[in-house]
């Protein structure tokens, strides 16, 4: 019984003094403890998504140098069909503009509007039988000026970098101006050889085609939100066409002057220079 007695109260002493230690471990400062609990020195966040860092709008322009490729076509003369060979234009000078929004951080789809400034060239026309005794209808100066609306779909690389090539491509409409550039041409006739000085006159100069093209280039970034964009332009403009009257010395009173040109597939080579602005 006494024994017993001695075995219970030393279990319970045993008991208190470990849980007494217990506490005090938790408790003392020295054990950090609850009273002096270890702080982190670096507290990590969870990372914001990468989308919010960008805008959703931006607008944009540029300006640009370039050449349309060499055309050819065919014409129609007082009901007789004529070739229109040797068009070669000179240097286009661009200029657009476009909004656009952002659908991810790397694809941008925006309604782009260029302007291409008034370019020269000549055509020779071929043989029209109906207009004898000409060899030809003569050498005529055109100029050409083509306005497009495009939808365009671009993907940039590398937008969180300050260097970020890009490429895309986008469809649309072209609005085309041809008129003269000038009103006279030199007839080459047969009987006998001679050359002759005629005039031209148009009624009806502007047509319309569907269009495409593709872009590539890189984008530096300035400064949040402002980038400087720079890159080469394919154009596909569709085709363009011009109603006209002709008279020369040659020409039989009464004679039918009605005419048509038509060029195919225009397409131009540019290098483009503009800036793009996001809108937070």
């Given at each position: ?124 026309t071929g043989d029209p039988a109906a207009v004898a005794p000409l060899t030809n209808l003569g050498t ?68 319309s085609s569907f269009a495409a093209n593709l872009v590539t280039g890189v984008s530096v970034n300035i ?58």
């Amino acid at each position: 019984m006494y024994t017993r007695a001695v075995f219970l109260a030393g279990s319970l002493m045993l008991a208190t003094g470990s849980s007494s230690a217990f506490a005090a471990d938790i408790y003392a400062p020295s054990a950090g403890g609850l009273k002096d609990p270890v702080i982190s020195e670096e507290i990590i966040l969870p990372e914001a998504s990468a989308f919010q860092e960008y805008a959703e709008w931006y607008i944009r322009g540029d300006v640009g140098i370039g050449r349309y490729t060499d055309m050819d076509g065919n014409g129609n003369s007082a009901g007789a069909d004529f070739g229109v060979n040797g068009l070669d234009f000179d240097n286009i000078f661009s200029a657009g503009v476009g909004f656009g929004r952002y659908i991810t951080p790397n694809i941008r789809l925006g309604l782009d509007v260029d302007y291409r400034h008034r370019s020269s060239s000549t055509f020779l026309t071929g043989d029209p039988a109906a207009v004898a005794p000409l060899t030809n209808l003569g050498t005529i100066p055109l100029e050409l000026t083509s306005t497009t609306v495009m939808l365009n779909a671009v993907y940039d690389f590398a937008p969180e970098r300050r260097w970020s090539p890009y490429v895309g491509g986008g469809i649309g409409w072209a609005f085309h101006n041809l008129e003269f550039n000038g009103s006279s041409f030199t007839n080459s006739i047969t009987a006998p050889p001679a050359l002759e000085t005629g005039t031209v006159s148009s009624s009806g100069s502007t047509s319309s085609s569907f269009a495409a093209n593709l872009v590539t280039g890189v984008s530096v970034n300035i400064r949040k939100g402002l980038f400087l964009d720079v890159g080469y332009k394919f154009s596909y403009l569709g085709d363009a066409g011009m109603n006209f009257n002709y008279t020369h010395p040659s020409l039989v009173a009464g004679a039918d002057t009605s005419s048509v040109i038509d060029m195919d597939d225009i397409m131009t080579h540019e290098f483009k220079i503009g800036l793009r602005y996001d809108l937070y």
